[in-house]
């Protein structure tokens, strides 16, 4: 018998009797806390620091004031082609992007409970980019914030994504003495601007 | 070596075991202050639990889904029986693709199932990414803790660790200069890799997904660069429908760290253009774990570790002393289901004040499971002599009340009067780092009847 049949076999004969699915209740999680000062306020719980823009050309100007050394830096939002040093489109391997300094995402969602950003393939011309780039920047509109992760996988119910991936405040780990460090593997600093639509 | 003797070996150094007792105290603090943020929090577990509960109940029928969706999704998926047989599945996909160098990121079950030594001993290089656990792997360690593998290790050891291995100057250990070399390291090491290996927190049956939770962004820097992708569970890890990915993912990070979620998601599917994926599903003693209805529940387990940080036992013993790839207090339910023998003294390893299950995100009853394996235990494994006599001992005194009521008068007199000396001799282990209450001169129930009477 292949392995595959074994498991499943065992599986079947030594499982419980049928156990209902349980049916999830949004509703009595609800404490009408403001959703954007939540969001805002979990951001930087998570080492992010959340801004305010217009627009996107607000948003370039803005990144190009905090990180004025980035020498590799990428977006993509509409009309920030002269923001842009690399053309992603030449870019054969991920590892090419070793030395991207900044990086502007856009997203299509945030969640207010815990701060996280959602990014998908939809939106990330190479999959690598949010963890590789030194300083990610995401921008959303500020009422696609949903309240509870229950919402936001309501939200992605429809959406056929391949890969997918909530971000919550920069890369950090505390596995030295529980000492905080921010900027393990992945991003040093994350950004984030909430437009008006 | 019995978990008490290990126990002993840790708890040598002091200040040590102080430190870690506090560390691992001030996580269940922050899991506290969190999780009491969540309005709903219990029904949040309770949901947990019966996710997890109609799950096993299907296992088959989700499993089946489950492979059906990931192979549509262009994924190859394996079935190992056991750990050698996950082994050799994971070096037969590297020998394939021709991967010498591989990245991983953390998963217990490749712990579970030592496949580096067994990788390594087949002339490959993994490279554990997690800071945690390369740590312990550059000190030939296994972890101590399934979230924080390194929080046996003080600072300047990883100091001296990193100068050994990584070339890095003395720092007195400075934690914001050793993670930044470290990331140095991990970079490279990232960028050569063949292959990058990960577990999988939660898999789901309806999309054929998986989800990878990290801090650090490790599983994704090797994944999204490496050109092969394997991805290690156990049949444990699905769940039915990605809706439920809101229940564990609002649950984990909280119950973990008291983040109200971990750094990075990352909901994998399809491999990304001209990349592979696989996915291995493992066994290794869960059906059978599946079969105890005492037990089962114990595959509800979504490794955030808060029954670890909570446990005082735990805190002040270090997860070494558990000899298992899993400690404390799960690992203690899990252990004895794999090899009774060897684990034989782990469900004792607790004082069942109940703590672990009040934190489980999952409800599981974990110090009960602890109870009712000691149970099992005691009638299917020799005792220590003087555990077997004292126990008969006491059982005899506990059955005629005349004679408790005694033994208790001497005791409670001796308490009183006996030299500390004598009190606290060898064979009474209460008396090692504690002293001993002093007597009172009265028996509860002389007490209560005295004061029945004044009240009457
Ligand atoms: S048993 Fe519960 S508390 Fe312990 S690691 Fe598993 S899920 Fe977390």
């Given at each position: 018998m292949s392995s595959r049949d074994y498991i499943l076999k065992r599986a079947k004969a030594n499982k419980p009797e049928a156990i209902a699915l349980p049916k999830i209740d949004v509703s009595v999680f609800d404490d009408s806390r403001n959703i954007l000062s939540e969001f805002t306020l979990k951001v930087e719980t998570a080492g992010g620091n959340v801004f305010e823009a217009t627009s996107d050309d607000d948003v370039i100007s803005k990144v190009k004031s905090m990180f004025p050394d980035g020498k590799v830096n990428f977006?993509?939002?509409?009309?920030?082609?002269?923001?842009?040093?690399?053309?992603?489109?030449?870019?054969?391997?991920?590892?090419?992007?070793?030395?991207?300094?900044?990086?502007?995402?856009?997203?299509?969602?945030?969640?207010?409970?815990?701060?996280?950003?959602?990014?998908?393939?939809?939106?990330?011309?190479?999959?690598?980019?949010?963890?590789?780039?030194?300083?990610?920047?995401?921008?959303?509109?500020?009422?696609?914030?949903?309240?509870?992760?229950?919402?936001?996988?309501?939200?992605?119910?429809?959406n056929d994504t391949d890969f997918g991936v909530f971000i919550s405040g920069p890369s950090k780990t505390a596995d030295i003495e529980q000492s905080l460090v921010i900027g393990a593997h992945g991003a040093l600093s994350l950004s984030v601007f909430l437009k008006e639509n | 070596m019995s978990h008490s003797?290990?126990?002993?070996?840790?708890?040598?150094?002091?200040?040590?075991?102080?430190?870690?007792?506090?560390?691992?105290?001030?996580?269940?603090?922050?899991?506290?202050?969190?999780?009491?943020?969540?309005?709903?929090?219990?029904?949040?577990?309770?949901?947990?639990?019966?996710?997890?509960?109609?799950?096993?109940?299907?296992?088959?029928?989700?499993?089946?889904?489950?492979?059906?969706?990931?192979?549509?999704?262009?994924?190859?998926?394996?079935?190992?029986?056991?750990?050698?047989?996950?082994?050799?599945?994971?070096?037969?996909?590297?020998?394939?693709?021709?991967a010498k160098k591989v990245v991983k990121s953390k998963s217990m079950l490749t712990e579970e199932c030592h496949l580096n030594p067994f990788l390594e001993a087949n002339d490959i290089e993994v490279i554990d990414t997690d800071l945690g656990e390369r740590i312990v792997q550059l000190a030939k360690e296994?972890?101590?803790?399934?979230?924080?593998?390194?929080?046996?290790?003080?600072?300047?050891?990883?100091?001296?660790?990193?100068?050994?291995?990584?070339?890095?100057?003395?720092?007195?250990?400075?934690?914001?200069?050793?993670t930044g070399e470290a990331r140095k390291h991990l970079r490279e090491k990232f960028i050569q890799a063949d292959a990058a290996i990960t577990g999988v927190n939660f898999a789901v049956a309806d999309t054929g997904g998986f989800v990878v939770c990290t801090n650090e962004g490790n599983a994704d820097m090797g994944v999204h660069l490496a050109p092969v992708h394997i991805a290690c569970m156990g049949i444990e890890k699905l769940i039915p429908k990605q809706e439920h990915l809101g229940v564990f993912l609002r649950l984990l990070g909280r119950s973990a760290t008291g983040q109200h979620i971990t750094t990075y998601s990352s909901h994998f599917k399809k491999p990304r253009n001209g990349a592979k994926m696989h996915i291995v599903i493992v066994d290794n003693g869960r059906t059978e774990q599946l079969s105890r209805p005492d037990f089962r529940a114990s595959l509800h387990c979504i490794r955030c570790g808060a029954?670890?940080?909570?446990?005082?036992?735990?805190?002040?013993?270090?997860?070494?002393?558990?000899?298992?790839?899993?400690?404390?207090?799960?690992?203690?339910?899990?252990?004895?289901g794999k090899d009774l023998k060897k684990h034989s003294t782990l469900p004792f390893a607790s004082t069942l004040c109940g703590s672990c299950s009040d934190v489980c995100p999952v409800k599981i009853d974990i110090h009960t499971q602890l109870y009712k394996w000691r149970q099992i235990i005691t009638k299917e494994t020799p005792q220590p002599f003087i555990k077997k006599t004292s126990m008969k001992m006491m059982g005899n005194i506990f059955s005629k009340p005349s004679q408790f009521d005694k033994v208790g008068k001497v005791a409670r007199w001796s308490l009183r009067n006996l030299p500390k000396g004598m009190i606290n001799s060898k064979p009474n282990v209460w008396g090692k780092?504690?002293?001993?209450?002093?007597?009172?001169?009265?028996?509860?129930?002389?007490?209560?009847?005295?004061r029945n009477k004044d009240e009457q």
């Open positions: 977006s993509t939002l509409k009309h920030t082609k002269n923001f842009n040093t690399l053309n992603i489109e030449k870019i054969n391997k991920p590892h090419d992007l070793e030395d991207l300094d900044v990086l502007v995402l856009e997203s299509s969602f945030g969640v207010a409970e815990n701060g996280a950003i959602w990014v998908a393939d939809s939106q990330l011309p190479m999959r690598v980019l949010p963890f590789i780039a030194k300083h990610l920047v995401l921008v959303l509109n500020k009422d696609s914030i949903v309240t509870f992760m229950h919402q936001a996988y309501k939200k992605l119910s429809s | 003797k290990a126990a002993t070996i840790f708890n040598k150094d002091e200040k040590k075991v102080n430190w870690h007792d506090k560390a691992l105290w001030f996580v269940r603090h922050k899991r506290d202050k969190s999780a009491h943020s969540v309005k709903g929090w219990e029904e949040l577990r309770n949901l947990g639990h019966g996710i997890k509960a109609h799950t096993l109940s299907n296992l088959d029928t989700y499993l089946i889904q489950f492979e059906e969706n990931a192979i549509k999704n262009g994924v190859q998926v394996h079935w190992a029986a056991d750990a050698d047989e996950h082994n050799k599945i994971v070096q037969s996909i590297l020998k394939a693709h021709n296994p972890p101590s803790h399934i979230v924080l593998p390194a929080i046996h290790k003080k600072k300047e050891e990883v100091d001296v660790l990193f100068q050994e291995h990584l070339g890095t100057k003395p720092c007195d250990g400075d934690p914001q200069y050793l029954c670890m940080n909570t446990c005082p036992i735990y805190r002040r013993s270090g997860g070494h002393s558990y000899d298992s790839t899993i400690p404390g207090p799960i690992g203690s339910i899990l252990s004895p780092a504690r002293d001993l209450p002093l007597g009172p001169k009265e028996s509860f129930e002389d007490w209560y009847k005295k």
